[in-house]
């Protein structure tokens, strides 16, 4: 990925979005990083037991960054955008 900047551009709470993300910068050649990060939004059983709730956020390099939302856009992903 060199050393260019990367910046947050989509968040998947669940595994099949973060496949279909994963998919979808595979399939364009897209480089890109995740992080494990907390989600806001606790569920009853979060409060109760005291764990919270982790999704898988996106990071590219700010060069592909536009290219990548409108990757996201076409697949029908762009609820995941982080805005």
Known sequence: ?????????????????SRLIESVFDS???DYTFEI????????LGIIF????KG???LVP???H???LTLLEDAGLSN???K
């Open 28 to 30: 364009a050649g897209i």
């Open 50 to 53: 005291g764990s919270m709730k």
């Open 1 to 17: 990925m060199g050393s260019e900047k990367l910046t947050p551009l989509c968040l998947a709470a669940n595994l099949k979005d």
């Open 80 to 82: 995941l955008i982080i």
């Open 66 to 68: 536009e290219k990548c």
């Open 62 to 64: 700010e060069g592909v």
């Open 37 to 44: 990060t907390p989600l806001s939004g606790k569920s009853i």
């Open 56 to 58: 898988v956020m996106f």
